[in-house]
């Protein structure tokens, strides 16, 4: 395709700025959740109810695969590492060694608090018995994402890790090679060939052949995003993620041929994915349109590009970097680069993104590989209430209690009002059988 590839201008200069008229002109891409959870739900239950026969039906009809289990055998994992390409294991190793760096520092210490003398809570950090991994299974296949989401876990000490993948006919009803090598390169072992919303219930529920698990992470399509919102609950889960999206901040300093290259980069990973640039010179924004008429047409995926770009993708033009930030937050993108002066300053003011990439050697493709930040990161606008993933979906806080006598009894008399106002008399006497008051009156 040689057309020119113009992104479309939305003008906000001397605009107001609010979230909700902001709302009603970006572009993002429609996904209906709830619709999808109308189909996701059934399963589950299906799933619940037939555990692995059910999983075996559902990979049958999806999938096209009749699998007498979803277990990959050991021999299969250790033939996809022997087989690895060695540059790709080089760079896979060394992603996990970045990654486990910086998710290793995450894990927080204990917390122990003195309330009052005689009183003290202690708060530790314990990590869950099991999680569970999805790792998609679409367009392409997705080893980095194995490292994104199993090394968090080892590193916050989840003593038990499974992984499921959709299986592929072409790779012998088994899930594809890479994410297989990935898996047995951190010395996971336990990989399941199951996709879609019947691996999410496999992992909630446990079936004959998967054990359940305490916590479900990982990326997927809406039928997976809808499948967590359904098992929410039964399982603990990490965000629900959508379609990719990336929002650029740039000034008149900004190399239109890296901002270009960073919107064909997000719009190769799906038709659906939202890239905005926001920029304050709309001279920037004509050169921007210009490298994205070279490089579209010479991008490998370029139907796709296109087809974002034309799609849930938009230049705004603002008044000043104030404005960009207001905009930004708005959005609240999963990925957000700030292209602009003083780039490391506006980072520390963006309140709303998944990850921000601050600088021009800081593309969003060194944190989907290599900066030792995770990838699996939250979209839709859900980066306003929700982070990407991290150690703390895989931990829970415990507090423990200490009190002495002394304490209690000092204490005691505000529980007794407590108590009292909320009619709990057994929660006072709980306490008084232990401290009575003064006479000896319960």
């Known amino acids: 395709m040689n057309s020119p590839i113009d992104l479309r201008r939305i003008d906000l200069r001397g605009q107001p ?15 209906d959740v709830e619709a999808a959870v109308a189909l996701a739900r059934p399963i589950c239950d299906d799933v619940r109810s037939r555990g692995a026969e059910a999983v075996r039906e559902y990979t049958a009809r999806f999938d096209g695969v009749d699998l007498p289990t979803t277990v990959v055998p050991p021999e299969a994992l250790d033939h996809a590492l022997a087989r690895l390409d060695p540059h790709v294991r080089t760079a896979l190793e060394e992603a996990a060694r970045r990654t486990r760096r910086v998710h290793g520092a995450q894990i927080p210490a204990e917390i122990g608090t003195e309330v009052t003398e005689g009183l003290t809570v202690t708060g530790r950090f314990v990590p869950v018995g099991r999680a569970g991994v999805y790792v998609p299974g679409g367009l392409v296949a997705y080893p980095s994402s194995v490292v994104m989401n199993i090394v968090p876990a080892q590193a916050a000490g989840v003593a038990s890790i499974a992984v499921a993948s959709p299986p592929r006919e072409s790779h012998g009803g088994l899930p594809h090679p890479s994410v297989l090598a990935a898996c047995a390169l951190l010395g996971v072992t336990e990989v399941h060939a199951a996709g879609g919303a019947q691996a999410l219930a ?3 529920y446990g079936t004959a052949d998967c054990p359940p698990a305490d916590v479900i992470t990982g990326p997927g399509n809406v039928y997976v995003a809808a499948a967590k919102r359904v098992l929410r609950g039964v399982v603990g889960t990490d965000g629900e993620a959508g379609p990719t999206e990336v929002a650029i901040i740039a000034d008149e300093t900004a190399d239109p041929g890296h901002v270009a290259a960073d919107l064909v980069a997000q719009a190769e990973h799906d038709e659906l994915a939202a890239c ?11 050169h921007v349109d210009a490298e994205l008429a070279q490089q579209v047409p010479a991008a490998r995926h370029r139907e796709r590009v296109t087809k974002a770009l034309h799609g849930q993708s938009a230049c705004v033009l603002v008044d000043d970097l104030d404005a960009a930030l207001a905009v930004s937050d708005a959005w609240a993108p999963e990925h957000l680069e700030i292209q602009a002066a003083g780039a490391a300053k506006l980072a520390a003011r963006v309140t709303n993104a998944g990850a921000i990439f601050a600088g021009p050697y800081s593309p969003v493709s060194l944190g989907d590989y290599l900066a030792g930040s995770n990838h699996v990161l939250p979209t839709g606008g859900t980066a306003r209430h ?3 993933l991290s150690v703390f979906p895989f931990l829970r806080l415990v507090n423990v209690v200490e009190c002495d006598r002394a304490a209690l009894a000092a204490t005691a008399p505000l529980i007794d009002a407590l108590g009292g106002a909320e009619d709990l008399d057994a929660h006072v006497q709980a306490v008084r059988a232990r401290v009575p008051r003064e006479g000896g009156t319960p």
């Open 202 to 204: 496999m992992f909630a």
């Open 386 to 388: 929700t982070s990407g």
């Open 276 to 286: 905005l640039l926001v920029t304050t010179d709309a001279a920037l924004a004509d």
């Open 17 to 31: 700025l609010d979230r909700r008229f902001l709302a009603g002109v970006l572009p993002r891409a429609a996904t």
